[in-house]
């Protein structure tokens, strides 16, 4: 008899314990402001996400229990988590205009603060979206944000033989390059050799930029600084930005530091939304 998805996840899930994750806590979930302006129908309280030792958060908008809607995931940056996003003022603007165009929002644990879009983590987000797409009206269409090491993440999960598909995926300051991330740090380093159960340098089987490149063209929005000391532009978004479906994908030049305040403007995160806006229009116009 053929296992239903649950059914395989719960399977392929159950032995993995989640690398360097903390425990749940018990606080209350936040209640998530609302932005200036933003109209009625949305729920202003962030559903806790408990999966394998990880906490996320779910938004949706009220309509997303009657009009079916996609789900967009969050990856956070390196040693922040759930809980610093569903915090953040930036985040949550970003995820305000998401909600007002009809997307849920899961902002993701990643399997913990340092994992560095591990497949051990992927694993662990994978449960958590499908848990979260049980929650509302899911239209069966998941894209993904990346910001900074979430880069890493959100690439994966949008690469043949993620355990769930991914549409499109837009990157802020994002890490692509793996490899090039292990050799910048001792820090570094050591986080991904722990993350990835490593003794040596990442093989390119296990780098989603190197994995890119295999892959069918990728609908890609891609914000970056060539003033980010932090994250290389030319190795990191520059090389992943050449591998991207023409046509659907756009390539934001910004100024200033590593996730400096530019990265969460209105205006970003109208440009973010209308991104994945045009990959859902042109999805259902090939449905028709």
Known sequence: MQLSRRSLLLTLLLPWAPLGAQAATTTPPP???????????????????????????????????????????????????????????????????????????????????????SPDALAQVAQTQLEATGRFKWNSRTYAVGLSMGGLMALRSA??????????LALIDAWTDLRGAWGTAVSRRTEISTAYRLTGPPPAELDPLQQAHLAPMLPLFVAASPDDATVPLRSNSERLYALAQPGLSEFVTLSGPHLGANRFTPDMARRITSFFQRLELGTTARKR
């Open 159 to 168: 690469l043949p033989g993620s355990p769930y598909p991914v549409h499109g």
């Open 31 to 117: 209640a998530v402001p609302a932005a200036p302006g933003a109209p009625a129908g949305t729920v202003r309280t962030a559903q806790p996400l408990d999966v394998l030792g990880v906490r996320s958060y779910l938004l949706v908008p009220d309509r997303c229990q009657v009009i079916a809607c996609p789900l967009v995931i969050m990856s956070h940056p390196r040693a922040q988590d759930a809980d610093r996003m569903v915090r953040s003022p930036g985040i949550l603007a970003l995820s305000e205009t998401l909600l007002k165009a009809r997307f849920a929002v899961l902002l993701s644990g990643d399997g913990g603060p340092t994992t560095w879009g």
